[in-house]
């Protein structure tokens, strides 16, 4: 693991320590984004994985996007996602279950510029690769959706 991989992880790590301690009030921030606390678990170690998110709003749902900062690959959190999308975040001082979703390309053609308008750094993680970066959205309510793929 990269010197810089490690810092960023060990950022990570105490990035969920604080947000959990002050109950979401402290850490819950990012370059002017709020942040939610997303409870996958690994798809190959059945181990719980806590990762911190940028987030949007849509209704009663909370939109992420699995940028990996514009790497070739999606993030891990999004492959679990997609092998088990029975989810918890933790957001605003409260753990939620929801259900995981990839956004069709409707929905990505409308979420993708509010996010890009929030945080533009977002367009140059799309500019970084080829790959198209998925939305996934976390619907706290519409058990009907079964699938992140």
């Known amino acids: 693991m990269s010197v810089t991989k490690w810092f960023f992880r060990r950022f ?32 190959k170690s059945g181990k719980h994985r806590v990762t911190p998110v940028m987030y949007i709003r849509d209704g009663d749902n909370y939109v992420v996007t699995a940028s990996n900062n514009g790497a070739r690959e999606n993030p891990g959190w999004f492959s679990n996602l997609q092998a088990d999308p029975k989810i918890t975040i933790e957001v605003d001082g409260s753990t939620k279950n929801v259900i995981a979703y990839k956004a069709s390309a409707e929905e990505k053609g ?31 309510t519409d058990n009907s959706k079964s699938e992140c793929g």
């Open 12 to 43: 990570m790590d105490l990035q969920v320590y604080f947000y959990r301690r002050s109950g979401g009030k402290r850490m819950n921030r990012v370059r002017g984004m709020p942040i939610l606390l997303l409870t996958t678990i690994g798809r």
């Open 110 to 140: 409308r979420l993708w510029p509010q996010f890009v308008d929030k945080a533009p750094f977002f367009g140059g993680y799309q500019k970084k690769t080829t790959r198209d970066i998925p939305m996934v959205i976390l619907d706290p």
